[in-house]
T-cell receptor, first 109, second 114 residues
Framework: SQQGEEDPQALSIQEGENATMNCSYKTSINNLQWYRQNSGRGLVHLILIRSNEREKHSGRLRVTLDTSKKSSSLLITASRAADTASYFCATDPTDKLIFGTGTRLQVFP | DADVTQTPRNRITKTGKRIMLECSQTKGHDRMYWYRQDPGLGLRLIYYSFDVKDINKGEISDGYSVSRQAQAKFSLSLESAIPNQTALYFC?????????????FGPGTRLTVL
């Protein structure tokens, strides 16, 4: 069964707008990671947030983590057409990652 | 050159055939993983290996086997392929020195079983 579930499943926005994706998980974790996947390609690591952190930034990415609600959000600011991809959260309740089902983001120019 | 490579990139085969997917890495990582991805779903772990002598079943290991030939090589076999094994297969690696195990993925193998 999936540990993480992303919401929404799909998101369409215009260039310049912000995109927010949410991830909920079921059990306690050591850290939570976000990955990006361009269509049919391998996943690429974006950012990792530790269980004792609440917010982290990397360029146009902002990740928050609420361990009390077992949820995380990924915000992409000032989106670009090149941000079009699927985004997955991944958690590590044990010594291996468990991936969510992903959010498909479409950014229109 | 890519750090994690997979061969073949695409394969079409018939039910009952034996198939081997190969993964090689130049990152020097101890840990290697095999995942499958089905349309609209996330990645599901098939097998993983934390070093050359360590092999572990993942969430969906039935119908698959693996071989860790060296630190850099991890192969996935389908002994008798069936149509519901049609999927995108990914190999990944990680350092494994602590719990912050960012994974590095290969480009994937698209397998179709007719």
């Amino acid at each position: 069964s999936q540990q993480g579930e992303e919401d929404p499943q799909a998101l369409s926005i215009q260039e310049g707008e912000n995109a927010t994706m949410n991830c909920s998980y079921k059990t306690s974790i050591n850290n939570l990671q976000w990955y990006r996947q361009n269509s049919g390609r391998g996943l690429v690591h974006l950012i990792l947030i530790r269980s004792n952190e609440r917010e982290k930034h990397s360029g146009r990415l902002r990740v928050t983590l609420d361990t009390s609600k077992k949820s995380s959000s990924l915000l992409i600011t000032a989106s670009r057409a090149a941000d079009t991809a699927s985004y997955f959260c991944a958690t590590d309740p044990t010594d291996k990652l468990i991936f969510g089902t992903g959010t498909r983001l479409q950014v229109f120019p | 050159d890519a750090d994690v490579t997979q061969t073949p990139r695409n394969r079409i085969t018939k039910t009952g055939k034996r198939i081997m997917l190969e993964c090689s890495q130049t990152k020097g990582h101890d840990r290697m993983y095999w995942y499958r991805q089905d349309p609209g779903l996330g990645l599901r772990l098939i097998y993983y290996s934390f070093d050359v002598k360590d092999i572990n079943k993942g969430e969906i290991s039935d119908g698959y086997s693996v071989s860790r030939q060296a630190q850099a090589k991890f192969s996935l076999s389908l002994e008798s392929a069936i149509p519901n094994q049609t999927a995108l297969y990914f190999c990944a690696t990680s350092r494994g020195t602590d719990s912050y195990n960012e994974q590095f993925f290969g480009p994937g193998t698209r397998l179709t079983v007719l």
